[in-house]
T-cell receptor
């Protein structure tokens, strides 16, 4: 079945440590997105990529980095510069066309906590 | 001011009730509106999307848009315990802008 796979499901970070969240899709979608979800704040866009080897900052990119070396993969690194990383992280993708023409397909998220 | 504001809830209703979930938006450029449903510890899934003012129906769900008042609603008829989830409204501008979500519990 086609879909988006996020791993791990739960992740713990020590102070000063970088961690990388994995997102893989087999939907052949061009655009991929990373969101952060905090209680009572909905989804906030961290980074997005509309094509391989290109990505753009979203609304809350500080303390995060991404790469898009392959169409199917869009890993997110939470760096030590992100002072409040505890959140639920969601990866999404859409196929070609405008944002409103396509529903975003979401993975089941990674819950990151600080040790 | 957030571009999409949503009643935070939580909302708890008995099985069979009619549920009304509401959002307002501030950006007149928003033309399309989406409702996502998110079960606990899962990613959101698209429930409905609509473009024009008026109603769009899909089974027990009706999405309503009033562009004159910048108000969007999702109605659930004959609510079921399986409808218990967080509902997020969203609108695409440069990228998708989400409301904060309303947590709904339908009690059997």
């Amino acid at each position: 079945d086609g879909g988006i796979t996020q791993s791990p499901k739960y992740l713990f970070r020590k102070e000063g440590q970088n961690v990388t969240l994995s997102c893989e899709q087999n939907l052949n979608h061009d655009a991929m997105y990373w969101y952060r979800q905090d209680p009572g704040q909905g989804l906030r866009l961290i980074y997005y990529s509309q094509i391989v080897n290109d990505f753009q900052k979203g609304d809350i990119a500080e303390g995060y980095s991404v790469s898009r070396e392959k169409k199917e993969s869009f890993p997110l690194t939470v760096t030590s510069a992100q002072k409040n990383p505890t959140a639920f992280y969601l990866c999404a993708s859409i196929g070609g066309g405008a944002v409103y023409d396509q529903p975003q397909h979401f993975g089941d998220g990674t819950r990151l906590s600080i040790l | 001011q957030k571009e999409v504001e949503q009643d935070p809830g939580p909302l708890s209703v008995p099985e069979g009730a009619i549920v009304s979930l509401n959002c307002t938006y501030s950006n007149s450029a928003f033309q399309y509106f989406m409702w996502y449903r998110q079960y606990s510890r899962k990613g959101p899934e698209l429930l409905m999307y609509t473009y024009s003012s008026g109603n769009k129906e899909d089974g027990r769900f009706t999405a309503q848009v009033d562009k004159s008042s910048k108000y969007i609603s999702l109605f659930i008829r004959d609510s079921q315990p399986s409808d218990s989830a967080t509902y997020l409204c969203a609108s695409p501008a440069r990228q998708l802008t989400f409301g904060s979500g309303t947590q709904l519990t339908v009690l059997p």
